[in-house]
Each structure stands twice: as structure tokens, then as C-alpha cells.
């Protein structure tokens, strides 16, 4: 019997740099995970999700280039997934617009991401709880429900802080189903609990919110710098540390077999030096780097090529899309006149 088919769905948001927190926790993952046979894989720059956060075109612009060089750079094969930028497929937003009709208002109004906002304006003394909330921020959910239901991804990796989101559309979908006619597929999280999570600059958890990241592909030299400026506390050389709880150490082991990590421990013991360590740990991820690092600099240099690759991507997606919303705008009764009984 014909197994059912597994699709996997991915998006990432135009907004940043990526960095080492974001290559151990989501992109090596996901690059391992594209290699496997069995499962359909489609990532895209969720490009338009950008809107929800106002920040300038230049920086949305530049952060889709980055995105795309470093996922390329990283290794994810475009010839064996399907790699778009979500603009370029159009059926993704008449699909919003679609669900948006099966939505229940309040279902959004449970969204943790609007709720945290308004819970701030609360705390602040602001008169407008919803100060600085707009559409896109609210209805931001229906969006990545759209993106989801239209390749009828059945897997959707995500981090923890998603998974309301997959909620939200597992709900959108089965009100679709029902009021209208079975549709959709619903969705699954895909959650992995053992995805590393690294501690940046300050110690804190690495992330753009702290100012504390690393990014993954500096020059040398820099790279190297920022290494140097991870904090540590202030043990001597030759007096022994623990390594739990070190960033160094947490950095180290998301970048190394457990044999590697199990011999640094012993290093921690006798008492490795911090200077000792910091370079250790550069040079180890160094040699890890160097080569996508070379990459991602060539494909920065060609932003064209990455446009080319992108349009074949999206061709790809839409030979799906576009039978698929001809589709759906049948089952909600927008239909071509001339077909209809006098
Ligand atoms: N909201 C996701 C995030 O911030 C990004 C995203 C947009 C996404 N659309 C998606 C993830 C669809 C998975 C599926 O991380």
C-alpha cells in the first residue's frame, strides 16, 4: 500500500541575520532533514510575514538576500526541495483572504504574539491597548495558515513559541472542511525537543531580542573577535571549571560529536585556560564554517543567481498553487459565470 505522503513545510521570516543560535537550532536540522528521501520539503522566505514588524524596506530587502545566500550556502539543495520566496506566489494571499472568512475573530484575539503586545501597552501607561498593533500583526496567524494549506504540508518544523500558531490552522483548516467541503489537510508540529539552544555573547539565550548573537557568516577576522568577547567568569588557568552552564562549552558542544565534547569536559577538569578555550573553540568552529562562509560570499557577490534559483522555486510552487486555488475558489462559489444554468 501507498504510504501516506509526508510534506514537510518551512518558513522563515525576513527580519535578520542569521546566526549561530539560528544554524544549530533550525537550519542544520532542516538542511539534514531535506536529504531524506521520503519526505517532500518546501521552504520559503516568508517575506510578506515581515510586514507584521515595521521595519524599513531596506532592511526587509537585504535580510531576504542573506536569508536565501545562507540556506543556499548552508547546503540546502535546490534541486531536491522546493526553495521560494513566499511574494512570489500570489495564490498564498487570495488564500488569507479566503480563510480570513472561516476565522473566528476571537480565535485570534487568543494569539500569545497580539496578546504580549497588548499586555505591554497594559503595563505601560499608554491609553490604546492596541498601540502599535496592526492588521498584519493580528491577522499574521491566517497568513502562515495560508502558507501551510496550500502545499497540504502535512509536517511543520517549528521552534515551541509556533506552536499555537499550528493550532490555529489545524482549526482554520477543519472550519473550511466542514463549512465548505474536505479541502485541506490538517497540519502536524513537528517539535524537536533536543534542538540545541546556545548561549550568546552575555550568557543569556542567543537571540536578535538580547543584542547578544553571533552571526554565522563574518569574516574571519571578525568572527574571531566576537569569539574573544564571549563572557566567562574569572577562574584562573589551571584551576578547574565546569563546563555546564559555560557559554563557550554550550557553543562548543552544538558544534561537535560527543566524543569531542566528552574530551573537552576533561579539559574543563584540569583546567584549560579561558584565552586557551576561546581560540580552541574558533578554530573549531572555524573549520566548520570556512567553506559554507566562502560560499555564502560568492552567492552575495551574484544576487542574481539567487533570484534565478528563487524563480525556479517559485515555478515549482506554482504549477501547485495555482490548480489548487482553482480549486478552493470553486468550493466558496467564486466561479466562472459561463459554466453557471441559466
Ligand atoms: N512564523 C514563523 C516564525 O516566526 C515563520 C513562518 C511563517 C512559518 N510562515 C510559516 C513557519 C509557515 C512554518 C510554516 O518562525
Not at 137 to 148: H, K, S
Not at 195 to 206: E, S
Not at 226 to 244: A, F, H, R, V
Request: glycine share 6%; proline share 6%; aromatic share 8%.
Amino acid at each position: 500500500m501507498k504510504q501516506p505522503r509526508h510534506v514537510s513545510l518551512t518558513g522563515i521570516t525576513t527580519t535578520g541575520t542569521p546566526h549561530l543560535g539560528n544554524y544549530a537550532g533550525a537550519i542544520r536540522p532542516a538542511i539534514a532533514a531535506s536529504r531524506r528521501d521520503d519526505v517532500d520539503s518546501f521552504y520559503f522566505l516568508a517575506d510578506y510575514h515581515s510586514l507584521a514588524k515595521n521595519l524599513d524596506p531596506d532592511t526587509i530587502a537585504r535580510s531576504t538576500l542573506e536569508i536565501a545566500a545562507t540556506w543556499l550556502a548552508a547546503g540546502l539543495d535546490p534541486a531536491r526541495v522546493t526553495l521560494y520566496r513566499q511574494s512570489d506566489i500570489p495564490e498564498i494571499l487570495e488564500l488569507a483572504w479566503i480563510l480570513s472568512g472561516v476565522t473566528a475573530k476571537g480565535l485570534m484575539n487568543r494569539s500569545h504574539a497580539y496578546k504580549a503586545v497588548v499586555a505591554d501597552n497594559e503595563a505601560s501607561d499608554s491609553r490604546d491597548p492596541d498601540k502599535g498593533i496592526s492588521m498584519a500583526l493580528f491577522g499574521y496567524p491566517v497568513l502562515m495558515t495560508a502558507d501551510i494549506l496550500m502545499f497540504k504540508a502535512t509536517h511543520v518544523p517549528v521552534g515551541r513559541d509556533q506552536k499555537q500558531h499550528l493550532e490555529m490552522a489545524r482549526d482554520i483548516a477543519a472550519r473550511f472542511n466542514h463549512v465548505y467541503r474536505e479541502t485541506f489537510v490538517l497540519p502536524e508540529p513537528v517539535i524537536d525537543e533536543h534542538t540545541a539552544v546556545l548561549a550568546g555573547l552575555d550568557g543569556r539565550k542567543m537571540s536578535k531580542s538580547y543584542g547578544n548573537t553571533i552571526p554565522l557568516f563574518l569574516s574571519e577576522k571578525k568572527f574571531r573577535k566576537l569569539i574573544m568577547k564571549i563572557k566567562t567568569n574569572s577562574l584562573e588557568p589551571g584551576e578547574p571549571k565546569d563546563p555546564d552552564g559555560c557559554t563557550l562549552f554550550s557553543i562548543y558542544r552544538a558544534f561537535a560529536t560527543p566524543e569531542q565534547t566528552a574530551a573537552l569536559r576533561v579539559r574543563y577538569a584540569e583546567g584549560i585556560g579561558w584565552g586557551e578555550m576561546k581560540q580552541l573553540l574558533f578554530e573549531h568552529l572555524d573549520a566548520e564554517l570556512a567553506g559554507p562562509r566562502a560560499e555564502y560570499e560568492r552567492l552575495l557577490a551574484n544576487p542574481a543567481r539567487i533570484e534565478e534559483i528563487l524563480a525556479e522555486g517559485a515555478a515549482r510552487a506554482r504549477s501547485i498553487s495555482r490548480p489548487f486555488l482553482a480549486e478552493i475558489r470553486d468550493a466558496i462559489g467564486i466561479r466562472s459565470l459561463a459554466g453557471l444554468a441559466p
